[in-house]
């Protein structure tokens, strides 16, 4: 599965970029749950400078690790 994973990374990887020059300011990773722990563990909000990449290293998910970026859009807060 070593093509699925590394599409799967590039993917993220765009996703990421694209978050990063819109109005976010911190970055989501949301992920399904039924994913494994590996992704389990890294759902949170996110500096851009401490993203992990998805999938995360030891994802085990059987058809690939469904977590996925989102935008934070603090800078619409009072
Ligand atoms: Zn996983």
Same mark, same amino acid.
């Given at each position: 599965?070593?093509?699925?994973?590394?599409?799967?990374?590039?993917?993220?990887?765009?996703?990421?970029?694209?978050?990063?020059?819109?109005?976010?300011?911190?970055?989501?990773?949301? /992920? !399904?749950?039924?994913?494994?722990?590996? *992704?389990?563990?890294?759902? @949170?909000?996110?500096? $851009?400078?401490? /993203? !992990?990449?998805?999938?995360?290293?030891? *994802?085990?998910?059987?058809? @690939?690790?469904?977590? $996925?970026?989102?935008?934070?859009?603090?800078?619409?807060?009072?």
């Amino acid at each position: 599965m070593e093509d699925y994973e590394s599409k799967r990374r590039a993917e993220s990887k765009a996703a990421l970029e694209k978050i990063k020059s819109g109005l976010a300011t911190k970055v989501r990773i949301l /992920v !399904p749950a039924d994913a494994c722990p590996a *992704c389990r563990a890294i759902e @949170g909000a996110y500096e $851009f400078a401490d /993203v !992990p990449e998805i999938p995360p290293e030891g *994802c085990s998910c059987l058809d @690939g690790s469904k977590a $996925f970026y989102a935008p934070v859009l603090d800078r619409f807060g009072p």
